[in-house]
């Protein structure tokens, strides 16, 4: 049969077309590793682990199949960050995933050659993680937002409390990488004619941080963002209601707990956007040839029963402009 020329091409084509297809995401049977370095995924319910786990999983990588994960989390402890990061690198992880600055920060110090991609809240370049966005060089990419955020924040309270003239600042002094929030934030309050008054609130020591705000006089407050502070928003919350403050705060959890709004990143977005990263490296992309996403997604949440409890009327454009109003 097909005796032919015409009938041997024939064959040909019809082999072609019931050969069994083969996936190019990555090869049968194959098992990647990868190592996840954090501060703490346990600070609120925005877990960025577990969008970093989702995004691999749309791209078709599953645990327990083709993909083994190996966490490491300092649980709020930043001085655990360099020896964790050195482990997963005596694993020998095939990519190493730092969720926040500090973990980025490990990760840099700890490797050269394994390649790390970062989800951070500060600007990469700045924080010499990175050359630039659009061509980072070294080992490490991801995604990052060049802006603090602690400006617009600022702006927020001042609109939604216009007579504020004297703003306390709650800060870790711990988070090595904190500075870039600081300084934005102080740049504004300059802007924004309000004196801010800066003061450190290590886990161990709010009761002093308390005092000294309440001495201040300070009139509302602004929480830099810190998953150590994040992880006692409840704590901090209380305390801005019993002393009347208006407050914003740099995550949700802050306004799920019962504080007046928060304004920041979406991490899980972030986290999940990461996964491209990660599939681009295992299918054999460089760092040095992936340039920085940037982070496009905010969101203002505002509780106006908190609002009613400070005895404030937020104005209505401000309430036009949050993603969530809690009523």
């Known amino acids: 049969m097909w005796s032919s020329p015409i009938g041997l091409i024939i064959t040909f084509a019809l082999g072609i077309l019931v050969a069994p297809r ?32 989702q995004g691999l999983r749309e791209l078709g990588y599953v645990e327990g199949q083709n993909l083994a994960i190996e966490q490491r989390d300092a649980e709020g402890h930043y001085e655990r960050l360099p020896d964790l990061a050195t482990t997963l690198v005596d694993l020998r992880v095939e990519v190493l995933v730092a969720l926040g600055s500090a973990a980025t920060r490990a990760a840099q110090r700890a490797t050269s050659t394994i390649p790390i991609v970062m989800v951070t809240s500060v600007d990469p370049v700045a924080s010499g993680f990175i050359a630039s966005l659009a061509r980072p060089r070294g080992n490490i990419t991801g995604v990052s937002s060049v802006e603090a955020l602690g400006g617009k924040r600022l702006e927020l309270l001042k609109e939604a409390v216009p007579t504020v003239s004297r703003i306390a600042a709650l800060w870790n002094p711990g988070n090595p990488t904190i500075t870039s929030f600081l300084q934005e934030a102080q740049g504004a309050a300059q802007a924004l004619g309000v004196q801010l008054q800066v003061l450190a609130g290590p886990p161990n020591d709010f009761e002093g941080a308390f005092t000294a705000i309440s001495s201040g006089r300070a009139e509302a407050l ?17 305390f801005a ?12 959890e802050f306004v799920d ?17 990461a996964a491209t990263f990660v599939e681009k490296i295992l299918k054999g992309a460089t760092p040095a040839d ?37 009523r």
């Open 22 to 53: 083969t996936s190019t995401a990555q090869p049968p049977g194959k098992v990647f590793r990868i190592g996840v370095l954090s501060f703490s995924v346990t600070a609120g319910r925005d877990y960025t682990l577990d969008g970093l786990q």
């Open 222 to 238: 602004i929480v830099i963002p810190d998953a150590s502070l994040t992880r006692h928003a409840t704590r901090i919350v209380d």
């Open 241 to 252: 209601q019993r002393h009347r403050l208006p407050a914003i705060y740099p995550v949700r």
């Open 257 to 273: 707990a019962g504080g007046l709004m928060s304004y920041g990143l979406s991490w899980p977005d972030m986290s999940r956007r």
């Open 290 to 326: 992936l340039p920085v996403e940037q982070a496009m997604k905010f969101a203002l949440v505002i509780n106006l029963k908190a609002a009613q409890g400070l005895g404030l009327t937020l104005p209505p454009h401000l309430l036009v402009l949050a993603d969530e109003v809690i």
